[in-house]
Each structure stands twice: as structure tokens, then as C-alpha cells.
């Protein structure tokens, strides 16, 4: 039995069906739709995994989980994940970046190979049947009540939802402790209404630092309708998911728009413009790699008008906008879950999950994967793979 239609649940009960021929296995959807989120995740095309094959390496692209993840990723990691799609008629890509996506380009080509694969495997897939709760049976096993207001019962139970749930957990009467999931890789939402002018622009290379979390990421930035998003953002709010939450979505931030150019580097390249294009406006000159948009918002806050020119530009604005391009200072007033990465923070702490086998500690016959574990990492591939890896190790653990 295995509760959960995502990627981890589909991927555990396939695992679970091929290692047990013959021995039935049911899985159970809440929802109408199967593999929703599989169908919109990188933008479509559905980032698997990541090209590292190191699973120290790879264990550092997780905010929380990587340490106990080194000993299932060298079972089963990237390695693993892009031979089994590959056996199974779905051929992978790596990016330069490291991403790995279907060669199609489509989610849809992940979804046909696991459904197909579980339809082979003859697995019982119901949809609309969510789990109410969970007890355990005197002679072993379980009963689960369903949201339909029926019964059933199983041996053994794989539990691999996800997500922000509400109320109690159903493993909850076993014993289990649930860390309340908070969200993970979301955007942020400004308060400066010139960030809303600029929707849709990107800046290649930026550094955007927290101070009071003493956190900071590197890499691309995306202006939106509400603030920031991109790569960059992502990270940074997967790293602070916790204490960004604490801080009800509100705290300062400081972006650096040209972290590979030195202060001391503007200061030059101030003084070379006002000698040899000393005529040329500000606003019309730009400053290479920022858009031209960015340009003139940061020339605006340090004071700088359309109509100064370099040759009269005075120190104390020339101090100011070498403090924009650097240090611009923003506050964040909320967030917005990226909707093609949506993750959660939290879950059953792995403490009470033995690694190995991803079988419960407190309940012998339950086990676990996927988001449902506080198992979670930053954009890139990363939460697939770690809900191959549990799944796969999940499944081929239980016993018929």
C-alpha cells in the first residue's frame, strides 16, 4: 500500500511492485489528478536531477537532510536515476548548469514512463481516496481510515505525501512527530514600488545577502510584477526557509547587481567616463552587464538626474551610486511560492527513520519518502532525486 500519487509515491510502489512479483500493491491519490506537480515543475519540462555524481558533493545542495542522505545516494543516485528512465524508453539531457531534463523537453514524458511502468507492474492506482488516519492491527499491518469514510487494510504502508497539510497528521496516533512544514523556495515580495517597474527583467550575475540571517546567495536574478525571483532568490529562500518564516516573510535585504566588479574597479571607470565621454549623460550611457532599465532606477536613487552628464557628476552622488550598484537596500514584505518548485520544509524528522531502509523507527511495516520526510533542497533537480532515492530504497526494502 502506498499513500501519495507524486513522483516518490509512484516511483516507491513501482520499486516495491518489481522487487515483490505478484504481491498486490494499491496506491492511493487524494487528489483527482496524478503527478501534478511532476506535469508543471521546470516549466514544464521537468528537471529530474542534477549531473553530480559525488553524493558528498550533492548532500550540500540540501538545507536539511544532505548528511543523512550520503549513505542512500550512493545506492541510488543521479547515476542511478538517469540508467532507470533511460531502461524504460526515457532518455535524459544535462544543461550547462548541471540540470538534467528529458530529452522531449516534456514532463509528460516522465509521467507516460511512470505510469506506463506502474500500469506494467500492475499496480492498483485509486484517485479521490485520501488517508484520514492510520492504525496499526494486533496481528500486524495496518488500518487506514479513508477520506471517504471506508476502511482498509494493509501489511505494509508506504507513506510518501507532501506538502503544507493542515490539521492533525494521520501518523500522528503511531507516535510520529511531524516538524510543521513551512515553505521552501519561494519569492519575495518587495516593498519598493520601482522593483514593480522592471517585471521581467534579469540580471545574469547578482549577490543578494540577508544580514540578519547572515545568509547570501550568487547567481541570476528576476525582476517580477511583486519583487524577486530566479535562481539566486530561490536558494537563498530555501537556506532561510525556517527563520524567514519566523520572520513573518519581513526582514532587510542588500543586493550587489555587479558582485565581479570591484568598488575600487567603478571608481576607475567613473573617473576614465568623465574624461573621455564626459558630454554623455548618465542615463544614456549604461554600465555594463545591467540592463538599461536597472541603470537608470539605481542612477535615480543616488540622486542622479536625466540630464547629468559625467563631466559634472558631483563626488557625493558618484559615492552614492557606487553604493547602489553594490549595496542596494530593499526590505521584504512576504512571498509567493514559486509554483514550478514548490517544497516544503519539514516533516518526520529523519531521527525516527532508519536511512538504510526508509522503514519507521516506531512503526515496523511503515515507511517513508519523498517531501513527507524533512528532507528538502534548493532548485536544481535536487528534491527529485531525493525522492527517487527514498522511494527506490523504500520500496525495495519492503517485504511481501
Avoid at 301 to 314: D, F, H, M, V
Avoid at 356 to 375: C, H, N, Q, W
Amino acid at each position: 500500500m502506498v499513500a501519495g500519487g507524486g513522483a516518490a509515491g509512484f516511483f516507491g510502489a513501482i520499486s516495491a511492485a518489481e522487487k515483490n512479483p505478484g504481491i498486490p500493491v494499491v496506491l492511493l491519490e487524494k487528489g483527482a489528478h496524478l503527478l501534478a506537480k511532476v506535469r508543471i515543475s521546470g516549466g514544464g519540462r521537468c528537471n529530474v536531477t542534477h549531473a553530480c555524481h559525488d553524493p558528498r558533493e550533492l548532500s550540500r545542495r540540501y538545507p536539511r537532510g544532505g548528511k543523512a542522505l550520503i549513505g542512500p545516494l550512493t545506492r541510488f543516485g543521479p547515476e542511478e536515476t538517469v540508467a532507470w528512465f533511460a531502461s524504460r524508453g526515457v532518455k535524459l539531457k544535462t544543461e550547462t548548469d548541471g540540470r538534467m531534463f528529458p530529452v522531449t523537453d516534456s514532463s509528460q514524458s516522465v509521467i507516460e514512463c511512470l505510469t506506463r511502468t506502474a500500469r506494467e507492474a500492475g499496480i492498483n492506482v485509486i484517485t479521490r481516496c485520501g488517508i484520514q488516519s492510520v492504525a496499526t492491527r494486533q496481528e500486524g499491518g495496518f488500518v487506514l481510515e479513508l477520506t471517504d469514510g471506508s476502511n482498509m487494510e494493509c501489511h505494509r504502508l508506504l507513506w510518501a505525501t507532501g506538502g503544507c497539510g493542515r490539521g492533525p497528521h494521520p501518523l500522528a496516533p503511531l507516535g510520529h512527530r511531524v516538524t510543521a512544514p513551512v515553505p521552501s523556495l519561494f519569492t519575495f515580495h518587495l516593498a519598493e514600488d520601482w522593483i514593480r517597474s522592471l517585471a521581467g527583467l534579469s540580471v545574469e550575475d547578482a549577490k543578494i545577502t540577508v544580514p540578519d540571517l547572515s545568509l547570501q546567495e550568487r547567481g541570476p536574478v528576476l525582476f517580477t510584477h511583486e519583487g524577486l525571483s530566479g535562481p539566486a532568490v530561490l536558494r537563498l529562500s530555501a537556506w532561510g526557509a525556517r527563520p524567514m518564516h519566523g520572520k513573518n516573510y519581513r526582514f532587510p535585504l542588500s543586493l550587489d547587481w555587479i558582485p565581479g566588479q570591484s568598488i575600487d574597479k567603478g571608481r576607475q571607470e567613473i573617473q576614465s567616463r568623465r574624461r573621455i565621454h564626459g558630454a554623455k549623460t548618465l542615463y544614456r550611457s549604461g554600465w555594463s552587464p545591467l540592463p538599461s532599465r536597472l541603470w537608470e532606477q539605481l542612477c535615480g536613487l543616488a540622486g542622479i538626474t536625466p540630464e547629468e552628464r559625467w563631466s559634472k557628476l558631483p563626488r557625493e552622488k558618484e559615492i552614492l551610486l557606487l553604493r547602489e550598484l553594490h549595496d542596494t537596500k530593499l526590505e521584504v514584505v512576504g512571498k509567493s511560492m514559486n509554483k514550478e518548485e514548490f517544497v516544503t520544509c519539514g516533516g518526520i524528522p529523519l531521527e525516527e527513520v532508519d536511512m538504510k531502509t526508509m522503514e519507521s523507527r516506531k512503526v515496523p511495516g511503515l515507511y517513508f519518502a519523498g517531501e513527507t520526510l524533512d528532507i528538502d533542497g534548493i532548485t536544481g533537480g535536487f528534491n527529485f532525486q531525493a525522492a527517487w532515492t527514498t522511494a527506490w530504497i523504500a520500496g525495495q526494502s519492503i517485504k511481501g
